[in-house]
């Protein structure tokens, strides 16, 4: 895992469901992600808007992955170019 000074400064080489960071596990942080995209994007994200999302925050492709990762361990999908979130 690299840090750095910006936004949530992380970079990692780990499955980013493994590593916290400043007191916050990343699966808060991801669960914090799922409101806020649900918010903006209603059940689906195009997967390009979600890889410059987690562009815009400094945290990158990976990052992007392992969110996409987790949305499908909650029972979300991906589906024609979207990211389907899981419903309750």
């Known amino acids: ?7 949530f400064g992380v ?3 780990e499955r980013a469901v493994d590593l916290i960071f400043k007191g916050h596990c990343l699966e808060d ?3 914090d992600m799922l409101k ?9 994200v195009d997967l ?3 890889d410059l999302y987690f562009d815009g925050l400094e945290l990158g492709r990976k990052a992007s992955q392992d969110f996409r990762d987790w949305i499908s361990e909650k029972g979300g999908y991906e589906k024609n170019g979207y990211l389907v979130f899981p419903q309750d």
């Open 1 to 7: 895992m690299w840090k750095n000074e910006s936004n």
């Open 11 to 13: 970079f990692y080489k």
């Open 29 to 31: 942080f991801f669960e």
């Open 36 to 44: 806020d995209l649900s918010n903006k994007y209603g059940v689906k």
């Open 48 to 50: 390009e808007v979600l």
